[in-house]
């Protein structure tokens, strides 16, 4: 397999005598030091994380059972950015991840706003996590006293320190998460199953499809509440791309991204989709809510001693660790930015133990001001977020997809070699998959509120990377004449 790409002129289809392939400065002095079990523990982790324990809850009270189509829906494209995204690191594996291939075929503008978009991405979705760990606290009466914002607090520091330490600590912590995480819903599912098959009473009420049928149906409130929760779903599946950018951080990706990959499809079939069935079966959709996990709203109504506050702790602990992996992607996309003159030269520094913690330090600086914010607003602070969130998510996979339909039409042109494991269908995979993206901000301007406000707030974005932009242009290209000579 051929990663090279050519001198040719960019309208010619015909290949000219191959150049070096491109190298970014970004991927130097970092250590290979997460295994295969790590690599596919991450893509797990990535997968299920605060969306499915937490949001769950909330959506399924608005939009019924009919939640699962939303999911699985929003599964498929999720599965399809990670597909394009994989077929771009099997060509050229670096932790810049989709910022490095913005930067090859789009240039430093490309690469400026892809990264940024990132780093709105993570830096808002980590004041979801420490929020919605705060949240989970709370579940105890030990803590249901204390301060949201101090919980939240408390959750930054501690993810924060084990972040610094190095590369191995992070991929061990996100191994044990990811099987806490994993092994916790399919004892649920287990559990689930059981009581279903079993007609077992859970407070009063009996399980089966006539928990369904007997409370509005599959769309209890019809079918325009499961479209308008659509861009909360996506935010579900906010960290399936973490395992693009942990490739540049191991041996042999091209054995091991493929296999890890893949297992995001049937992992969101089963975790995700199977556990929103269960849930549906188990109690009346109003049974739930926002304020408290669904899986720990089963075992609480169930009365099992104990067992509703180990749930609570396996969810605290999935808020954790995409807390953990955000710090961990947001230090590597910024040191890559850095290098190239985008970001802040501080993010571009790394400790000894080959972690860019200057990166990790600003994507935690976001996290306190998340701690302000749920002093401030305690009630609302998730959901305001999550809609941010939501945005720097859709415009990362856009720009991925976008990198990839660029590679394609390269690899027409005969200018880089397409590996054996791509993305299928292209390029109507990623047209498709773009408009999917496009139409989920229509969805949040219809859904009004603070959706509409957050669509509406787009133009500040855009003007925001647009001046940002005028004051790091001069270092990148002095950055770029530097690197050259």
């Not at 597909?83 to 771009?88: D, I, Q, W, Y």
């Not at 940024?116 to 579940?139: E, Q, R």
Request: charge should be neutral.
């Amino acid at each position: 397999m051929s990663d090279r790409v050519t001198a040719a002129d960019p309208l010619s289809a015909a290949p000219a005598n191959p150049a070096a392939p491109h190298v970014d400065a970004g991927d130097a002095g970092y250590r290979k030091d997460l295994k295969s079990r790590h690599v596919n523990m991450i893509a797990i982790g990535g997968a299920i994380g605060t969306g499915l324990f937490l949001g769950a809850g909330g959506r399924m009270s608005q939009a019924g059972p009919s939640l699962f189509i939303a999911y699985a829906v929003c599964g498929v494209f999720a599965f399809l950015v990670v597909r394009a995204l994989g077929e771009l690191v099997l060509y050229r594996p670096s932790s810049g991840a989709f910022v490095s291939y913005a930067r090859e075929f789009m240039g430093e503008k490309g690469a400026y706003t892809a990264g940024w978009l990132y780093f709105v991405n993570w830096s808002t979705t980590a004041v979801a996590d420490i929020t919605a760990a705060a949240t989970y606290a709370h579940f105890w009466a030990m803590f249901s006293d204390v301060p949201q914002w101090i919980l939240a607090l408390i959750a930054l520091a501690v993810v924060l320190a084990a972040n610094l330490i190095s590369v191995k600590y992070f991929g061990e912590m996100e191994f044990w998460f990811a099987i806490i995480k994993v092994g916790a819903l399919v004892l649920f599912m287990l559990v689930g199953i059981f009581l279903v098959v079993t007609s077992h009473d859970i407070g009063g009420h009996t399980p089966g499809l006539a928990t369904i049928t007997d409370n509005g149906g599959i769309f209890p409130s019809g079918v325009m509440p499961m479209l308008l929760l659509i861009q909360g779903v996506v935010f579900a599946y906010a960290s399936v791309e973490l395992c693009g950018v942990a490739a540049g951080e191991t041996e042999n990706p091209e054995k091991i991204m493929p296999k890890a990959i893949n297992s995001i499809m049937w992992r969101v079939g089963l975790f995700y989709v199977g556990s929103v069935i269960l849930l549906a079966l188990l109690l009346p959709y109003t049974a739930y809510s926002g304020d408290q996990s669904p899986f720990v709203t089963v075992f609480d109504k169930l009365g099992i001693p104990g067992a509703a506050g180990v749930m609570n702790l396996v969810v605290l602990t999935a808020a954790l660790s995409s807390l953990n992996s955000g710090l961990y992607s947001t230090g590597r996309i910024l040191r890559s930015m850095s290098l190239a003159g985008s970001a802040p030269k501080f993010t571009g520094v790394m400790n000894r133990g080959g972690v860019p913690y200057g990166g990790i330090l600003l994507t935690a600086g976001f996290g306190v001001l998340g701690v302000g914010l749920n002093y401030v607003m305690p009630d609302d602070a998730f959901e305001l977020v999550l809609n941010f969130a939501s945005i720097g998510i859709i415009g990362t996979w856009a720009m991925i997809m976008v990198c990839s339909l660029l590679f394609w039409r390269r690899a027409q042109e005969g200018r880089v070699t397409r590996p054996g494991y791509n993305l299928p269908w292209a390029p109507y995979t990623q047209i498709v998959t773009l408009g999917f993206l496009g139409s989920v901000l229509v969805l949040m301007w219809m859904d009004g509120g603070v959706g509409r406000t957050t669509v509406a707030c787009l133009p500040l974005i855009a003007a925001a990377l647009v001046g940002g932009w005028f004051l790091v242009r001069g270092r990148v290209r002095s950055t770029a004449a530097t690197t050259q000579d």
